[in-house]
């Protein structure tokens, strides 16, 4: 080969090496992040649910929870799950939004059964979004994958960033369309996600926000005798106590489409559930999904991606706790 040939294509070889080398430093998401360095690390989580939710029925809807208000305050980094050192110090969960999100403490058990046999690879960013995943499976609903490769935050973000962030208990149809076009959401997929609702519970505090509101639930979309039984349930007072509460549909620990039905027949329980289903933006989406399952699963699969994707720590960013809970 021409010796001038050889040198005028080292720059270029030298370019190339430098962008895969570059690439490799940055990885991002990718859904064989952990083949090689924590291969069983889905099984673990797994095994470790499984226990969980035996002992405690109502956790599956727990875990998609702390998963939505974590992903929805500066992307899925886990946050949510830093206590203050000094024990003082409002963080994220001080949000009043916060209230009743639970299974913070179950995340640092599975960090730690993964620890054994990983340390120092998997987040607890990831270990969330595994824990969401695999409630929705296990509740009846589709099994998502989901690409991994999230780094946790480097520090807790503060309850106002929490309040500014999260969605208020009164939003409307106009409220969840921007939300989640801000990540990347179409408006199918919007309606999908917001049908996680159809497994947990309503806490009463909510219930009596709308129900006290101008011109009450009936002048909103709620069918009469369902507000009667909301008003019966949740009477006044009762949203002192985090205890009280309504289920969010007759079938609240099995994921199915029953959210649409319900929303349908008036039987909304927030006002988002009542507006979806007569905005005409979302009231055909609602209609489909109500009596195809599978269209709502493919929806709220991809609706579930984006959301655990959007605004992510990867590569260099970030850290990968010991404990999920303090700072390293």
Request: glycine share 10%; proline share 6%.
């Amino acid at each position: 080969m021409d010796p001038l040939k050889k040198l005028s294509t080292a720059p270029l070889l030298f370019f190339l090496l430098l962008l895969l080398f570059g690439a490799e430093g940055r990885r991002g998401l990718s859904y064989n992040f952990y083949q090689k360095s924590c291969p069983e690390v889905e099984d673990i989580v797994r095994l470790s649910l499984l226990p969980v939710f035996l002992s405690d029925p109502s956790s599956p809807p727990a875990f998609l929870r702390l998963f939505f208000h974590d992903c929805q305050v500066q992307g899925c980094d886990a946050s949510i799950l830093v206590d203050p050192d000094d024990g003082k110090t409002p963080l994220e969960m001080a949000s009043r939004k916060n209230l009743g999100v639970r299974k913070r403490e179950s995340i640092g058990f599975i960090k730690s059964a993964v620890e054994d046999h990983c340390p120092g690879t998997v987040s607890c960013a990831d270990i969330i979004v595994m824990a969401a995943r695999d409630a929705v499976a296990l509740s009846g609903g589709p099994l998502i994958k989901v690409p991994f490769g999230r780094r946790d935050s480097s520090g807790g973000a503060g309850y106002k960033v929490a309040d500014a962030l999260l969605p208020p208990a009164n939003l409307g149809v106009n409220g969840l369309l921007q939300i989640f076009s801000q990540k990347g959401m179409t408006v199918e997929e919007a309606v999908a996600i917001i049908g996680a609702h159809t497994i947990g519970i309503t806490h009463c505090r909510n219930i009596r926000d709308r129900l006290e509101a101008e011109g009450g639930g009936r002048g909103r979309g709620m069918e009469p005798g369902f507000e009667a039984f909301l008003r019966l349930s949740c009477p006044e007072g009762s949203f002192i106590s985090n205890s009280t509460f309504v289920a969010n549909d007759p079938t609240a620990f099995t994921f199915d489409n029953q959210y649409y039905s319900n929303a349908m027949r008036g039987h909304g329980i927030l006002r988002v559930d009542s507006e979806v289903s007569s905005d005409p933006r979302t009231a055909p989406i609602v209609s489909s999904f109500a009596v195809d399952q599978t269209y709502f699963f493919r929806a709220f699969a991809s609706a579930f991606v984006k959301l655990s994707t959007s605004g992510v720590l990867t590569g260099n960013q970030g850290v990968i706790r010991k404990s999920c809970n303090r700072l390293d």
